[in-house]
Every structure is written in C-alpha cells, then in structure tokens.
C-alpha cells in the first residue's frame, strides 16, 4: 500500500469501526480484588498461626521463615489452580521503565512419568531469570553474569489473565549474585526504610512513645493519549519512538479549551470502563477519570496506597491501560510529548509519609502537638527540596520529558516548593523569628494552632510549581508520564530521611539547652530556614521573571536538559545521601548513571534514525510526485497558452532541498563516536542531534501544508486528534 492509501484507509476504517463488545461489569463486589491473594485470601486459606507470620510480614516487613513461606507457597499454588493458573511468574523493575517477568510452569512429573504441580517455598521466594538482557550499568560484566528475583511478600501476589492462560504473578526485587540492587523495588523499600529510622527519631524526641513503622504512601495520576491504531500502523515514528516526529500543528488545537472535563467519547468510555474492571479485579484503586487538556488526552488517578504497593500497582496499570488499548482499536501513548504544540503528559506523584499512630504527618492536624509534628516534618521536605533540587530534577529527566519540562504547560525546570499562603506565612514568620522565644509557652502554643487550622486543600492551588502542597500532602509535579513512580518517591523518602536526620540530631541539642518544646522546634526550624528558605516559592513559576530570580538571586539551578540533568548522580552531597542512608551504594548509584545516560542517548538516535529513513522514503518521494503533477499540469496549460504561477512549486522545491541539506547534515552528525566522556555524548545529543531533528522537522512540516492531502503520507494531526 503506498503511503498515502494508508492514510486514507485509516481513515475509512475508523470512520466504519464497529464498537469493540466487552462484558458487562460485575458487581464491584464481586470482582474487587478477586484476582488477589491478599491478606483476606490468606486469612481464610492458611493456619493461624501461618497467618499470623504472614500478616506480621506484610505489615511491618518482618522476614519469613522457611517452614511459613512453604505453607504460604502451598496456599497460593491451591487457590491459583483453582482459578486456571498453571503458571507463576517473578515480575520485576528493572532500570529501564518497564516490568520484566519469567514464567514457569507448575508443572513438574514424578517418578512414574505423572504430571503433578510443584510450588515450594524456595520456587516462591527465589527465581533465576536470565538477567543479562537488563541494563545493569555494567555490574555484572564482571564473571558473576546473573541476576536474581526474591519475592516481595509487602506486595501482593495477582493473577494475570490472557489469551495464552493465566499465571501467578509474584511482585519480586532483582538484584544481582553479588548483592546489589538491579531495580527500583529495593532502593524503594530502603528509602522507606531509612525514613522510617529518621522519622522514629524525631518522633521519640517530640515525647511519642508509642510509635508505628512509618510508611511512605503515593497516590499517582497518570496522563495519556489515545490514537486510532490505524493511524498509529500508518506512522513508524508512533510505532517506534512513541512520538510524532512530523506534524504540522492541526487548524484547531487545544485553544478551545473544550476537551478538558468534557464529555467522553462512548468509544473512549467503553474503554475506561473495561480497564477499570480489569484494574479492580487487581485490587487497584481506580478512582477518577477524566479528560485532560489537550484533545485525545485523558487521565486515570487511582486512590494512593502504600509506596511500594502503589509502585507496582501503578506499573501494572500501565500494562493494563497499553493492552486494552490494543483490544479496543487504539494505541495508548504514555510519551511525555507525543504531538507537538498541544500539551504534553505528566504524571503527578502525590506522596506523603506517616503511620497508625500518629496518622499522616504531613497533615496539619488538630492540636497544637500534632501541628509541631507536622512543621518538623514539612520543614523537612523544605530542606530535601533545597538541598537535593537536582537530584529531585535528574529522577524526572529522560529525552521524552525534556520535550515538556519548562515549556509553558508544565514545572520548570527548577525546583521549588509551593507551601500555599497561610503555611508559606507561618514558615516566614518562623524564619524571621516573629514566633520566638518572648512568645512564651501557651500563647505561641495558640498563635501556631490558630495559623495552622487552615482549609484541608487551599483554594489557591498553584499549578505551575514543580513541588506543592496540597493540604496532607505534597504533589510532585514533573514527574513523566512514562516514568515509573518508584525514581521519585525513593528520592523524597530519601531526602526526607537525610533531613529528618538532620531536625533529629539539632532538636537533640536544642532540647538538651531548653525545655520548653515548642521553642525548641522552632529554634531547628528558624536555623532550616534560614538555610533553606529559598527553595519556598508561591508565584507564577512560568514566568521569565523568576526564571531569573530562581536563578541570580535564589541561587536555585534551572535545569533544562537531561544531559544537563543525570550529572547530578555524579556530586559528592549525593553520593553521600545515598551512602549514609544505605539506600544506593556507590557502585548501584554508579550504574544507575550510566543506565540512564545511556537510554538518553540511545532514545535520541532511535528518533534521529527514523528521521532520517521517514524524510528520505515518505515525505521527499511525496513532495516530489507533487512536484512532477505540477510540472505535468504547468506544461499542459502552457500547451492551452495559459501559465501557471510557479510559486508554489518553486516553494515546495526549496522546502525539499533544504530538508534533504538537512537529512545529510543528521546523518553525518550521527557518525560521531569519539566522546570523551558520557556528559559529553549526552550534551552533543542535546545540542547537536535534537537541534539538527529541528531542522529536518521544520522543512517537513512546511512541506505538509503545501503538497496536495491526497499525496501525503502520514496521518496529519487533526485526524489522529479528532477522529475517534
Ligand atoms: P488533583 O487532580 O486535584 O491533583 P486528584 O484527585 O486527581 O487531584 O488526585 C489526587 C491524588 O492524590 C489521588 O491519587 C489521591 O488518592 C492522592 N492522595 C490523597 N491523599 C494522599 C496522601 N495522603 N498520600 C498520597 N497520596 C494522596
Ligand atoms: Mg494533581
């Protein structure tokens, strides 16, 4: 089929689709979570005391014995049988943002030849996947070459259904023979683990005695576009680099703002619909759904959970919401800016941190106690945000997120904090020491709880900060909308960690000097601000204004590119945050560098290469068919005594050179391999490669407006944005 008969015919096909049939939901009581093997289904499968073991497991992280995970093993095989499954898989996060999974069979024979099911505790616990495929940043280059997988019992085990069967999908770490974290699973329950220390601290000073494992918690909202697969088969670029690498902008954009809130499309919904049955039967949360922004944009937002739990979950809804997708005519584009000049993706990451027993500490709270625990806790995200701002920045940065970041429709590339005006006051008022010590005891005790019984979710929301406040909790911002939640939550669970280290050793001091707590917490507090005041921010931060206050007078980085960005793993403060609170150790950090330096690169030249192959064999043979048409229609009314303006021809012959100058002048770029130094390779991707791809793009795109609609060959903007 040639080019544009494959456009046209998507178009056909769409336009006489017939709706895709899917079952009728069942009651969300009877499918909620059915396809978990949660603590209920342990509960009514296992001993007591099994259960008993197992619960203390998922709950406070306390380790297996041999004997138990057998049992647990034995339960969990039965109730899979029971449901089909024949097979379980370890599933696992490696580095890239993907989920990787092993299969094997239950089956094993016996002596005789039988075939029976075999599921042990150590075939539960431990699986050996080929691991050499999986980016390690050279860990195991050395003899050691495999990896492994270890359940995690904090995550629940799920059955995955397809066309192919069912299997028991057992969420695991991978790490590596000699010990070190290949995933973001472990850095995550480290993190956790390393705040949990640090918050116990602070909390034990602060005269709590009864005091529940800290837990991290995240709620993720995830953004995505949906294009008709018959579109999508007609564009490699879709296909390949999840982008549109051409397209001119579409005659009606997202100017209208009509998309956003409004109503759905039944197409659309249908598939809502039928992904949220499938999320719920996994025992994930789906909550809302909505439109976004920009046309064929819409949003899932599942309830939050638990960190870890809400990590995988999230994963899992990425597979589910891409496979549906497939099943209802469609692609689902998780890139962070698939279309240019309409709004991009994101994927807010709600955290925050607290326990059974003292509840979100990152809610305000009732009494003047609990709003002294609070301000130790949110000055300690103050802290994390100011110290760690780059570290913050390189966890969201990737080729795809570049294209968003600092554009006016998402944070800057700089980070801040948005604390909302009534905590921003309290805040500055404690930096500039109005509420000190002549505020004796009870009053200043009456002052802070009065400021601080604000409303739950302040009306001045502020959507162009990178890092807010949203009333119990704090929303990170640029965070991708390909990304896996797990990279920004062991960040802020570590940052956190290292302040709350840092409020625990001074409060220490402070209440060894002094014994009135109040003015002992605000004492720590007026020395963090003062050090650490300058990351707080309430303005408008797309504006050009603090663009270059955040810069010249806060002294904050903005940080425009990943290249600029990923260094960040590489300064001596980060090193030493991940060292001292045991979450990375050099050599993972190390690897998780280079792992991430090198998808950049590669992520860049795959798009660069396709560029190149779509300009030379789609749009330079569309552009000059149009060419010889007007040649052949010019000649035939000169042979009739009339002429044809040759403007448009000679317009449409200049774009085509000038894009095929600049086809050559990429492909010559691409040869270079001599790069000192992976920074080096990465700027020169940033620099060189993209600013090149600029120009190919900008002669194409010219292009697509004057060669006749019937020659060109990819579908254009209006028709995967519109027709649904
Ligand atoms: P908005 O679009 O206004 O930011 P949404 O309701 O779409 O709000 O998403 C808010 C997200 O924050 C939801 O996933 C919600 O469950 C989550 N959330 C609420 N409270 C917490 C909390 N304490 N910790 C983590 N996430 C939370
Ligand atoms: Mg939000």
Redesign the pocket.
Known sequence: MSGNESRLQAIYQITNREATQVDKPASLKDTWACDVFNLATMEESLSKNAFKEMKKTVQNGASLDPATADIVAAAMKEWAVGKGVKFYSHVFYPLTNVTAEKHDGFIITDSSGNAITEFTGSLLIKGEPDGSSFPNGSIRMTNAARGYTAWDPTSPVYIKHTENGSTLMIPSVFMSWTGEALDKKIPLLRSNDAMNKAGNKVLSLMGEDDIAPLNS?????QEYFLVDSNFANSRPDLLLAGRTLFGAPSAKGQEFDDHYFGAISERVQVYMQDVEDQLYKLGIPA??HHNEVAPGQFEI????EAANVAADHQQLLMTTLKSTAKKHGFICLFHEKPFAGINGSGK?V???VGNSTQG?LLDPGETPHDNLNFLLFCGAVIRGVHKFGPLLRSVVASAGNDHRLGANEAPPAILSVYLGSQLEKVFEDIKDGKLTASDVGGEMDLGLSQILNFERDPGDRNRTSPFAF?G??F?FRAVGSAHSVSGPLIVMNTMLADSLEWIAEKLETQLAKESDQTKAVVSVLQELMEAHGQAVFGGDGYSSEWHKAAVEERGLKNIPTTADALPAFEEDSVKELFASTGVLSPIELASRYEVYAEQYVLSIEVEAKLMIDMAKTSIYPAATRYLSDLSMASAGLTEMGLELDNSVAASVAAETNAMMVAVVKLATAMEKEDFASTEEHMQYCANELLSLMEEVRSHADALETEVADELWPLAKYHEMLFIK
């Open positions: 918690s995240c709620g993720a909202e909550k809302t937002a599942p309830y939050f807010h709600n955290w925050s979100n949203t119990n909790r929303e």
